[in-house]
Each structure stands twice: as C-alpha cells, then as structure tokens.
C-alpha cells in the first residue's frame, strides 16, 4: 500500500478563489492516492493577510513601515498607548469565513466517496509565531503578549472544535521552532536552552486544547517568497525538539500528534547525502512522520530522498509531502509538485 501525500495548506492564489475551488483543486491533484486531510488555507502567504489587517485595529499602531516584498520589508506593530491588549484585539477574525469553509467541506466530501473520513484542515499559526511576527525585532514584547495570543489562539480552537467536533483538524504551523534554534546557535547553550522553552511553549498550548481537538504538527524553515530564513545543515535539531516535546506532552497526559518534517526548504530540494537525514536514528519511534522531501526544483529526486529519510528513521513515512504550502508557487510549479508527490508515495520502501 502507496503512502498518503499530505497538502501542507496554501495554494497558488489562481486556484483558491473559494473554498470549493481550492478543495477540488487538491482532489484533482491526488491522483488515485489518499490524502491525510483536505485542507482549506485562503492566504497563499500564510500570515501576511492577517498582519496587513492589524493596521487597521484600534489596539495597534504601525512602528516600522513595510509591505512584505520580503522578510527586510516586514512591517512592525506597538501597542497604542493606553491600550491593554486583548485576545479579541489579536484574534485572527477568521470564525465566520471557517464556518463556511467547513459547510463547503461537508458538501465536497458528500460528492466524493474517496474523502471518507478525510477532516478539513484548518491552518493554525502558534501563537508564538504569530506575536514574533506583530512585534518583529521585538523579542521582549513578544513573549510580554505572547499569553494574550495564546488565548485567542485556545478561544478560536475551542470554539470550532464544539461546532464541528470530528470534522476538523488543526495544523499547528511554528516557523519559530527550527528558526529559534538556529539563531540560537550563536549563543553557548544556546540550541539546548532553546529547544526545551519551545517545546514547553507549544506542549502548554495543545494541553490547553479540548480533549478531542485533533492537531498536526507543522514545522518549517521559513518560506515567505519560496525563500527560507536559513538553510539547514541536518535534521538534528528537528529531532532535538521533537524528543523534548514528546517528552513534554506525556507529562501532561497529551497524545503525540502526528508531525510534518520537512528536509526540502525554500525551492531547494531535499539533501540526498546520508549524514543530513541520520540524526533521525534517535526520533522517538511514536512520531507519526510526514516526510516533507518533495520539491518542483527536483521532482526525480524525492524518492532517492525519502529512502535515505526512511532508512534513518528505521520505519516507513506515514504520509510524504512538500517542504511547505504551495501558496508561493506558480500553479505549473504546484502541478508539477504534485505529481512529485503522487509518485514519490508510491517509492518502494527502504
């Protein structure tokens, strides 16, 4: 049996006009294989529509100008003074359009019975990621507000959750993981200390979450113009952060969620050399792996790629997908990724 092909969420702005087109879009593309979710993500550059929006909030004042032609142009936020900050005034705002998008799901998966038991994925910024961005170069007021984020984040997922109990899925999307640790290499202890304050970041929030508020992890290397903030030189710190978090929900009584790890970044394929994929020998062997090693810059190579994945971790990848959304894509370069994907599932095993 072929291994699933996971979407990561974003699409091409060409065919995500509606919820419905974006959803048939990805039908189309699975080509005979299952997916893991059906995902509905209408901002092809993730957060930037929701930061764009802030200037227009009561509770925020523009710092530092900027468009988002790139991450030198990120736009910097404070908070008006006088003003204390609130869940609603960082809420995302985005209820009502989920809403919808998920009676589109419901009517979608009713008229393809390839889609049973297949949950609509709701794209969910970490807070941590989401106050880094607000208050960019910032660090202080970040994790100052970063409460008052997260329980706007807890509200919308709680909320969801009870209307549409099994029929959603959030991935839990945070740059700042294996972003954090790389910036945290300059300073001694600096990857150690680094690693165990993010895990026990996203572990307190997911304990936070409803009991039957199922989740996917989504780690990422940066991908904001298919641009990544850093190149990565193994998965070691991946790894790292994975086995303190495992470790971090089992106190708390939380399941592991099934993760999207990425090799591939930016337009760069996934290394093909062994010594980048070995530190995987020491994954905790409950993760459930999305093997995220398929790129449009070299479509032949994902399989080579994922044997070396799978040799590593010792077991076969739940499911295989690209290093991140396709939103930053043209929509040739999304097709051309897809079908990457489709035949990179159905690669012998290691």
Known sequence: MSRSIHFVGSLPADVCGTPRQAMEWIIQQRRGHRLTTLPCD????????YLRDLAGRPAFEVTRPGEYASYEDMRTYGVRRGHRLRPEDVSMGR?????KALEEFRAVRAEHPELDGIRLQISLPNPLDMAIFVFAGRPWLSLRYLPVFTQAVVDEVTELTAEAGPDIVWQ?????VLIGMDMARRVPGG?????RFLARQVAALLARFPADAETILHLCYGNYQNTEMFAPRDLGPAVTYLDLLATA?????RPLPPVHLPAAYGAHPAPRNEEFYRPLRRLDPEWRIMAGIVSAADPAGGAESLRRFEAAVGREAYAVATACGLGRHTVEEAEKATEAMAATADAPSA
């Open 42 to 49: 209408l901002d092809p550059n993730w957060v930037v529509g």
């Open 95 to 99: 209820t009502d359009r989920l809403r």
């Open 249 to 253: 929900l089992r106190r708390r009584g």
């Open 172 to 176: 839990l999307e945070t740059p700042s």
């Open 191 to 195: 990857p150690s200390l680094g690693a």
